[in-house]
């Protein structure tokens, strides 16, 4: 595949199906074709720069974007700067925000101008132009020009007028009648279109039709032909041909004289080709309302208003490549809400910064799986008496369109299960509810981007949390005032925007929190019987060990009260009995651990000693620091 580098912004894009392959020789132009074969061929061109003139609507774009495809795809040349109308506002305004794109052309190794003349009527070109050409001559960058008028009547200094002499100017010529027969035997055949032979006499003996006009009169019988089902007449082409703008002139004689190009006729042709233009873009899917808006508006008026739609389009193009790279599974509504959006360049701002609103989501999004631990997951939080109201009151209810901001704050002991709690969360929010983000991460590591990033760019990426969880928020006990008031201000201009925020501790609310706004107590007891048996039951299926009821029974009565405890416990039994016996029976666990009491299925469980009576608050409820001690 040919690699088309481009400057900034795309402002070399060249059109891709402009070829030589699709480009047709007749004698209008075949000594041009020789010449422009061993501008392209040679690695050091015998002439440079190479000029070519002719009327409007002969071809001469498509020859210049030609040479700039054989370039790239013979990997003769590696890079292209094509100015032309279209990418001319976008090169003028790269030049104001962005000074260092002229360094970038330094690598530039061919340069294409098309339709120089009219370029020229903006004041401030011609003297970019001028610095441009001598840069590239000096550098001996290959460079085609074309033009509609003579380059010595063009407003060019003698410096800049002595550099094109220096190279070829060649011309091409009038199409004659059998040029004009050949070219639209081509279109009819691209278009597969087919017309009786007579009408297609009729068609080329109009002597003063151009490259452009015969094209122009295609697409519409493709219309009428194709789309409308009605047969091609000589009525309709004459009706054709009124609606592009030409003029009826027969060949009368054997003599073809060029008729002189009024104003108004040269703003007839343009119009035309703009129609045609806008009829493409409308048939590749665009919205083109806008321009058809514009279609009946003064030339200048619509000319400004095709290069505004064509930087539109560029921009799309781009936004496309960046939509294309998000991932479509996060997000749904959003990503739905924008592919609407794609093919309407009216609205490039908004889409915009909708697709940069979606790019930062998905980046916070991927950012947060950096802070889980893969090993807790919602498959493996077991929930209890202990754990069960907890986990319900923060995920029950949520996602709902009319819920307000609110805070949880989760006050658990050490070992308790607070951060596989968050982890828990996250999941059945990840997986349940796509169109939310939600985060989750360490109290300390979150000062430490925000310190990092500044508080006005760590907000512009982080107020977008749809689902806050800060695991540990107790080890910022010690962190400046100030840090502390940006930290509350960030945590309170997520709930004024209806965000949720879970905080973890195993302290009292303390003094600093009291100031986020709506924040609701939780408790987090020391886990109970019923959880103590999930979780030995899975870690022995994990390490694809066999217990039997009444050892699981034991376990979980006697090995701790916390999960810190009874994971060392479960360690030890590894290490100094499974690892060595799996076959065990449960004396070879008394004889390890003599102080444990055998529990019979089913039997009554005594409260564990150390545990402590759960309070429960709904959400909502507010809490001061002097309301926390007394319930306590």
Known sequence: MANYPDLKDNLSSLKRDYIFQ?????????????????????KEPAYNPLIITSESGMGKSHLLHSIGNYLIQRKIEESVFLLNQDSLINFESL??????????????????????????????????????LEFFYNKGVRTVITSTKPIKSLPLSGKTLAIINSGFTTKIKRVNLK????????FLKKWKIRISPEVAKYIVHFNNLKIRDLRNIVN???????????????????????????????????????????????????????????????????NVDSLKKSINAPIEDLRIAFITFTSNIQRLI???????????????????????????????EDLETWIRILEIRNAVQIETFRNLNENMR?????????????????????PRKNIRGVSFYIRGYKKTGKTHLLHAIFNKIYFGHPDILVYYIDAQKLVRIMEKDGEKKFL?????????????????LLISKEKWQKLIDFFNTLIAHQKIIILSSDRELFKPLNEIKNISLQTLDYPDFELKKSYIKYWFNKNKINIKPEVLNLLAYSFGKNFGIINDR???????????????????????????????????IAQPAGETKKIEFTIGDLFTFERLINDY
């Open 95 to 132: 030049m104001k925000k962005d000074k260092t794109i002229l360094t970038q052309l330094k690598s530039i190794k061919v340069f294409l101008v098309d339709d120089i003349d009219i370029l020229l009527k903006y004041r401030s070109i011609t003297n970019l132009f001028e610095v441009l």
């Open 460 to 476: 512009a990426k982080y107020s977008y949390i749809d689902f806050l969880l800060v695991d540990d928020i107790h080890k910022l």
């Open 220 to 286: 519409k019988m493709f219309v009428y032909s194709n789309l409308q089902k009605i047969e091609i007449t000589k009525d309709i082409i004459d009706n054709i041909i009124n609606d592009i703008g030409v003029k009826e002139q027969k060949i009368m004689s054997g003599v073809e004289p060029a008729p002189p190009v009024t104003k108004q006729e040269n703003e007839d042709l343009m119009r035309a080709e703009y129609k045609e233009k806008l009829y493409v873009w409308e048939m590749k899917g665009f």
């Open 179 to 186: 040029d004009r027969a050949r070219l639209l035997a081509y």
């Open 22 to 42: 699709n480009y047709v020789i007749g004698d209008f132009n075949r000594d041009l074709y020789q010449v422009i074969l061993g501008f392209v061929t040679k």
């Open 318 to 348: 781009d936004l496309n490549k960046r939509f294309g790279m998000l991932n479509e599974t996060r997000f749904p509504s959003q990503i739905k809400k924008v592919g609407k959006m794609l093919f309407n360049p009216d609205i490039v």
């Open 378 to 398: 919602a498959n493996n939080y077991f929930i209890s008496k202990t754990n069960k109201q907890i986990f319900d009151t923060t995920t029950n209810n949520l």
């Open 570 to 604: 479960l360690n030890s039994l590894y290490e100094n009995l499974l690892k060595i016996k799996p076959d065990y029976d449960i004396k070879d666990i008394l004889n390890l651990f003599p102080e444990l009491r055998i529990i019979s299925e089913g039997g009554k």
